[in-house]
């Protein structure tokens, strides 16, 4: 309707001379004039054509104008079209209501004024055109509406599409990085079973220093599986109950050799009232501190680094604990600040040749924070050192005593042995599938002289721990036929058959992380993360077979 520039009035009189007289008023508009003689008429040419405005004579044999116009206006199409009453009858208001009433927006009267009917006339059509622009406006409105819908559609797909893809790529590196660290794990331990043993010194060296790249890769790996996992969405946080100083001890003990070799002096202060035993995730808690306080080590020539535990609020059952590593350093421009905690983020590239890293450090701690529910900081300044600071919601563990008095804890039936048993009397059952692993966990185990017996999967070990008798089993998690969840559970009921009681520790994949409670659920009695330590294997062996069954 509003796409024809033509603009069209109709004029309605039984009697053709007044429409010839109208028309002639009306011809100096640039408008296109019809004509109807009827209001049957004017019906049937309003079903062709769209008109600006209709003149409409009210005293019409048949049917008046009256009627013409409620018709008018009973049709979806035409009944916004203005009408203008032509009427020769009385200027009674009963008359003027009636033709209000069936929709006339005006009254003319005959003889028609032709200044009257002119400047009328006039407005309509600048109303009409108002309208057009008006229609023409609002489709086009609609359509950039729509435009803008449809691209906040495709922009939606696009996101997810490149939220997929970034999901299959941080997939696809965690279980690469997890293919790399099998073989990794076995050079390492592998170097290490060497070095036990007799090397010259050229020779020590050079094992050490295998060892000590593959570490150093190791920790490379671990950071890209951090973060893909963070990436994937794939990153959990546990709730378990910790001691904090032992925590923060376990992050300052291996990196005192490096404060000392630099001479640098290290301060751990924790506030009296930090309660020991919390409940939070102490493998996060514990990259950060170790990640944090590395740095702080690896930027200072000299001085002090300082850690500080202190409670910052209480707000509810969450008491926020405000963990601050400060040095002396090297500092960091203010202009970098901002990018630190961003993935592959590194002050000067030259950083990189000084003292490596891969720059994932920061970015991982901020997440991890984030994700244990808190918030990260750092102030810094050059040459005068940086502070970091994270404040985390945790909650008192309220079934713990002091944990640096309180035995370690075991698992109901089994009882301290008065005496500690000769490693050479110690019985060692160890499952594993892999020969790489098991030859590296047996070397381990005969350096420090236990006996030693071993099973390949799952139904092996059952079949073993039914024959003989073992002090410890050293049980894998994933293994082919039957894997060690589903032995220990099979071991546990022909046990309680016969009154028996086996500790069974698992080994578990850095990937298994967060499944300890399906480990003890299944009869486990505790575990072990590959790769396996030395001093972790012997601590734990030890700490099982100086128990007995009651
Ligand atoms: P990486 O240490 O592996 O490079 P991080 O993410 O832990 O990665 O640190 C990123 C960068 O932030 C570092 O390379 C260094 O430039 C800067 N940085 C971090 N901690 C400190 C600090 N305590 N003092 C000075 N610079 C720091």
């Known amino acids: 309707m509003a796409s024809s520039n033509v603009i069209n009035i109709l004029i309605v009189d039984d009697k053709p001379g007044n429409l010839v007289s109208m028309e002639a008023i009306l011809e100096d508009f640039d408008v296109r004039i019809h004509k109807a003689t009827s209001g049957n008429e004017a019906l049937s040419k309003m079903l062709h054509n769209d008109y600006a405005l209709i003149l409409l004579d009210v005293q019409m044999p048949e049917m008046d104008g009256f009627e013409t116009a409620r018709l008018m206006k009973g049709s979806e199409r035409t009944r916004n079209i203005p009408i203008i009453f032509v009427t020769a009858i009385s200027t009674d208001e009963k008359h003027i209501f009636q033709g209000y009433g069936s929709g006339a927006v005006d009254y003319l009267f005959k003889p ?62 965690a279980n690469m990085s997890h293919e790399i660290r099998t073989p990794l794990n076995g050079i390492i331990a592998m170097s290490e079973l060497v070095l036990f043993g007799h090397l010259e010194d050229e020779q020590r060296k050079r094992v050490q220093s295998v060892k000590q790249s593959g570490e150093s890769l190791l920790d490379i790996i671990n950071e890209i599986l951090d973060i893909s996992k963070i990436e994937a969405g794939k990153t959990e946080v546990e709730f378990t109950g910790f001691c904090i100083r032992k925590l923060i001890q376990a992050v300052v003990q291996p990196l005192t050799v490096k404060a000392g070799s630099k001479a640098l002096d290290l301060q751990v202060e924790i506030a009296e009232d930090v309660p020991d035993n919390l409940i939070g995730d102490p493998v996060k808690i514990r990259q950060v501190m170790f990640n944090l306080a590395g740095n702080a080590i690896k930027f200072t020539e000299k001085g002090t680094i300082y850690i500080r535990l202190e409670i910052s609020k209480v707000d509810g059952d969450n008491l926020w604990i405000c963990f601050t590593v400060k040095d002396t350093g090297i500092g960091i421009p203010e202009n970098k600040i901002g990018q630190l905690f961003d993935s592959f983020t590194q002050v000067d ?69 008065a005496e500690p048993a000769d490693n050479s009397m110690i019985s060692v059952l160890v499952v594993e599938d892999q020969p790489i692993n098991m030859e590296i966990i047996v070397g381990m185990l005969s350096l420090n002289g236990y006996s030693i017996d071993t099973a390949c999967n799952g139904v092996e070990a059952v079949a073993k721990v039914k024959e003989s008798h073992y002090d410890v089993v050293l049980m894998d998690v994933q293994m082919p036929e039957m894997d060690g969840i589903s032995a220990t559970k099979s071991i546990r009921i022909w046990e309680k058959s016969i009154g028996n009681y086996t500790p069974i520790i698992a080994m578990t994949a850095h990937a298994m992380k967060g499944h300890k409670d399906q480990f003890l659920d299944a009869g486990m009695d505790d575990y072990i993360e590959k790769p396996i330590k030395s001093a972790i294997v012997y601590e734990i062996v030890n700490k099982y077979a100086n128990y007995v069954f009651k």
Do not use: H, W
Not at 133 to 147: R, V
Not at 368 to 397: A, H, N, R, W
């Open 112 to 173: 028609v004024d032709p200044g009257i009917l002119k400047s009328k006339v006039k407005v309509f059509i600048e109303l009409y055109k108002q309208k057009n622009t008006l229609e023409e406006l609002t489709i086009k409105l609609e359509n950039t509406i729509s435009e803008l819908i449809q691209s906040k559609m495709q922009l939606k797909l696009a996101k997810e599409q490149a939220e997929q893809a970034n999901k299959t790529k941080s997939d696809f590196i």
């Open 349 to 417: 590239s030259s950083t990189t040749r000084r003292f490596g890293g891969t720059g994932l450090g920061l970015a991982i701690s901020k997440r991890f924070v984030e994700l244990m529910g808190g918030k990260i900081k750092v102030k810094s300044k050059l040459k005068e050192g940086s502070e970091f600071s994270f404040t985390l919601p945790l909650q008192v563990d309220p079934e713990c005593k002091n944990s640096e008095t309180a035995e370690p804890e075991i698992k109901p039936p089994l009882v301290k042995n």
